[in-house]
């Protein structure tokens, strides 16, 4: 499309294609592989400029040695839209009702690779030692059935552990505004260390605490901000303690979420749109500067 318009490209690298397909086994055939590979070059070879969902990406394009341009540019938190919170929704009023509650809430896909199933073991060992917490997930996936008979094997689902279908964004604030911790889950490969969640940034932008299982960027920023934590992976008693422990400290939650609003203003649409607006006039003007 590009040579048939005459026109220049900008390639963004939302995820690292066909690294994470290859990585989780959903791409075995070498012949596929390899093809794959040639398309990514193509892609890669024939964009003016690429941008990069987070700086792990960027590292990760330079070890493949792709000499372009290249500007990071996260997905970003609409701080504007989460500080406005007026729709009611009889589905999430029935949570609001719920008094003395504490909510972790999951709001994204169920697929393969984000491994909720770990989820609903915390919520198990969860239940052993505080019932005052509740698990709210709202999404849709490949793993969304297995995740419900878990639930249900484990006599949790609509006692402490709720699924619920995807929510149309718009009552994206007021789902996390019930929050006491927000999360974000991915199995565990190295791979996934770079992505650029969505939920994560929602999280923020709603100033919740944010708890993932994974390390990386992401990891680093909760950590050096005291903004969320990292749990570990596959140790679900362990991830509860932790969780609960951080659940009963109000005042802990209270600084974290102070402190997840501050880092927020870093991915504000109005600051990151200026550096996407600039990628656009220096590829198209590349007489322009920054």
């Known amino acids: 499309l590009k040579s048939l318009k005459n026109v220049k490209m900008i390639f963004e690298v939302r995820d690292l294609w066909p690294d994470l397909p290859i990585a989780i086994g959903a791409i075995k055939s070498k012949i596929s592989i390899k093809i794959l590979k040639i398309i990514e070059n193509l892609a890669y070879s024939n964009a003016n400029h690429i941008i990069c969902l987070s700086s792990g990406m960027e590292k990760e394009l330079k070890i493949k040695k792709i000499e372009k341009k290249i500007t990071v540019i996260t997905n970003l938190s609409d701080i504007k839209r989460f500080n406005s919170i007026k729709i009611s929704e009889p589905s999430l009023d029935y949570f609001e009702n719920m008094q003395g509650k504490k909510f972790v ?3 994204g896909s169920f697929g393969r690779i984000n491994g909720l199933e770990y989820l609903i073991d915390i919520a198990s060992e969860m239940n052993k030692i505080n019932l005052n917490v509740n698990f709210l997930l709202f999404g849709n996936g490949y793993e969304k059935e297995k995740i419900e008979k878990k639930a249900i094997k484990n006599n949790l689902l609509n006692e402490t552990i709720f699924i619920n279908d995807y929510l149309p964004k718009k009552l994206m604030p007021k789902l996390l505004s019930l929050a006491s911790v927000s999360s974000s889950f991915f199995i565990n490969l190295p791979e996934m260390e770079n992505n650029s969640a969505n ?6 932008a709603a ?13 680093d920023l909760l950590i050096n901000y005291n903004a969320g934590f990292l749990i570990p992976h596959n140790q679900p008693k362990k991830a509860a303690d932790k969780l609960n422990k951080i659940l009963l400290d109000q005042t802990l939650l209270d600084k974290m979420s102070k402190e997840s609003k501050k880092l927020a203003n870093q991915f504000d649409i109005e600051v990151n749109y200026k550096k996407f607006e600039n990628v656009i006039d220096q590829t198209f003007y590349e007489e322009r500067k920054y």
Do not use: E, S, T
């Not at 939920?199 to 923020?204: A, M």
């Open 105 to 107: 809430v999951y709001a």
């Open 207 to 219: 100033g919740k605490p944010i708890m993932i299982n994974y390390k990386g960027w992401q990891a």
């Open 199 to 204: 939920k994560f940034f929602d999280g923020l």
